[in-house]
């Protein structure tokens, strides 16, 4: 992810990798920003790439974060802050990762060209709001067991073909921290439809969600919502998915912000995108 306050001396910045003992200032900036990350997203980036991730010191002080994930050497994600934006691409293309992929905002965009990121497709954020009160009743309504372990590897080699890569370690970060809402629904061994989501600091996360019908997308999208008792939900949908737009319409999600997925270098691993209703986030992809 990438954050970043305003420096007072450009010149007197410092890049160096990330640490651990980083995290409160990482958050710290997060808070600053409004973002919804939490600790233990922090702690994924950390330890699925230790030597990628980064944060610029002005007089000793974080003003800024960058990180990188590398998924099978296929590509990387990026979530950076602006002033960090060369020093990770100098990073992945020294380890020769193809493809280098991000998130970009509209007003990041014309930067990211200028760098020789293109558009591959349109993402939306639409968020839920509930009163205190229907938030209290959704609470009383969870139900279901735990996801067998089998079906969890199923749902992981699923995900391998519409994402492109293997991120089974990601997933599965996810599904130990909040397992109430990893939800995978097959039909004769071929996995129809998957969600995964996360707690952040002030909303719950629906992402990645998957489905290849309308039946499954509605049930997948339901069952996470059966399972969250806050009073904000977010999802980052593909606008060109319409029955997730339809969907999230009907149960009263509305428009926050747009962003535009953007890769550099070769795309030869675009997954399957037309069966993604949202991806799990700006900062993993």
Request: overall charge positive.
């Amino acid at each position: 992810m990438g954050l970043q306050s305003p420096p007072r001396n450009l010149a007197a910045m410092r890049l160096r990798s990330m640490t651990k003992a980083d995290i409160p200032a990482g958050m710290r900036l997060k808070e600053i920003a409004g973002w919804n990350q939490t600790a233990a997203d922090w702690k994924r980036f950390l330890e699925a790439s230790p030597k990628g991730c980064f944060v610029a010191e002005e007089d000793g002080r974080v003003c800024g974060t960058a990180t990188t994930v590398s998924f099978e050497n296929r590509f990387a994600w990026v979530g950076i802050g602006t002033r960090l934006l060369e020093g990770a691409i100098e990073y992945l293309d020294e380890r020769r990762i193809p493809a280098i992929k991000l998130d970009a905002t509209p007003q990041g965009k014309p930067l990211y060209e200028k760098l020789e990121f293109v558009s591959e497709y349109e993402i939306e954020r639409w968020t839920l709001r509930r009163s205190p009160s229907a938030a209290a009743k959704a609470s009383g309504s969870r139900a279901g067991g735990r996801l067998s372990s089998e079906l969890l590897e199923s749902i992981c080699k699923a995900d391998q073909e519409v994402f492109g890569a293997d991120r089974s370690f990601l997933l599965k970060s996810l599904h130990e921290d909040a397992p109430e809402f990893t939800t995978g629904i097959g039909n004769d061994g071929l996995i129809k439809g998957y969600a995964f989501g996360r707690r952040g600091s002030f909303a719950d996360h629906l992402g990645p969600w998957m489905a290849r019908d309308a039946s499954t997308a509605c049930q997948l999208l339901e069952t996470f919502l059966a399972h969250t008792w806050r009073e904000i939900q977010v999802v980052d949908y593909l606008k060109s998915n319409a029955i997730a737009g339809s969907l999230l319409r009907s149960f009263g999600f509305s428009y926050s912000r747009s962003l535009t997925r953007m890769y550099r270098g070769s795309n030869d691993h675009r997954g399957r995108s037309e069966l993604l209703c949202a991806i799990l986030g700006p900062e993993f992809g």
